[in-house]
């Protein structure tokens, strides 16, 4: 299981579970204050994710 280091923090997370384990954890995935985003369908190109 691959370690993800993000913003301070470490943690595990599953293959295809990233933008989850992300937000589980509290990590930002925008690049921006964007307030509107597609939440995580790759429409919007604001995360970083
Ligand atoms: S939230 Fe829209 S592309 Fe990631």
Redesign the pocket.
């Known amino acids: 299981m691959p370690t993800i280091i993000a913003q301070g923090k470490v943690f595990d997370c599953p293959i295809g579970a990233m933008r989850p384990v992300l937000l589980q954890h509290e990590i930002d ?2 690049n921006s204050d964007n307030v509107i ?11 970083a ?1």
């Open positions: 995935l925008h985003n597609c939440r995580g369908r790759g429409t919007c190109e604001t995360c994710v």
